[in-house]
């Protein structure tokens, strides 16, 4: 797991929000000391503030009240963002002691808050805590690790290294995290499961293929892709094939125009029709084919490229 995030561990899974004034009196009256210096900041500028900038400087009052305001403006402001930024470190343990919650739902809002704080040293956590909710197909939680962007690579990286420690549905989600970050620390695990046995495994890791940056080795996964058993594959194989230009496939892509499916032909099509001129050609070539299904999408395809041509120029 080198590279990966060091995982956050709680201290007491059990433990409990508790509620109430007396428990968090610190917590309130700080919020009323913060309230009494609001209160006094915004009498100061409306009665004392006036007079002083009048009386000192010449200022009419609406002049100092505006030069109040935005100086008190700008200070707030860079005063919030540093004590956010300190407030975030303070919370994000707190945070992944919520993800051992015994409620599910307090686990989901933890997640999703420490997406929001980009809480990159807690993704092992949250894929626990996703793991153990059973809900990688909630793409509500996918999110929280899709917003932290490519610093989330290495830890979703040390999870993909081991699949066979992995379930079918968590390797899925871990790969439609790296699709949509366009990040694989190790494309060599990707590309291995573009074989794995289960098929959404497969067609999430052809799609990350196409996603990562361009390399022929996964030009060669996606085109042995094109063969698999079930549609769906072939489908996204194509698909990621015309996201990497590679025109090695243009041959393969012309035979798999005649696929029974539909929306393996349409992402053919699709892949034929990025590969620019070459590309073009070959969908030329197949308006003459003797399957009428091959003539339609070629058809179908080069009536669309012709119209964004068209919209483009």
Known sequence: MSGASTPIRHADPAAAVVLGLR???????????????????????RTVLPLLAQAEFGLASKSAVLSFIATFGVVKALTNFFAGRLGDTAVVPR??????????????????ALGELRAVEAVLDIADAI??????????????????????????????????ARSPAMLKGLLQVTSRIGVA???DVVRSLASHEDMEVRVEAVRVLGAITPDPRSGDVCLAAIDDAEWP???????SLGRLRDERALARLRQAMGDPAYWVRHHVAEAMASMEEPGAEALRDALRDANPFVRDMAAQTLFMRTLAEGEAA
């Open 23 to 45: 428990a968090n009196w610190r917590q309130f009256w700080l919020l009323v000391l913060v309230n009494a210096f609001v209160g006094a900041m915004v009498g100061m500028e």
């Open 131 to 164: 793991e153990g909710l059973k809900e990688w197909s909630n793409l509500l939680l996918l999110m929280a690790l899709i917003r932290m962007g490519p610093a989330c690579a290495p830890s979703i990286g040390a999870l993909l290294a081991e699949p066979d």
């Open 233 to 239: 594959v072939r489908a996204i194989a194509a698909s």
């Open 185 to 187: 620390t190790d494309p």
């Open 95 to 112: 945070l992944v002691e919520r993800l051992y919650d015994r409620d599910p739902a307090v686990r989901r809002e933890a997640i999703r």
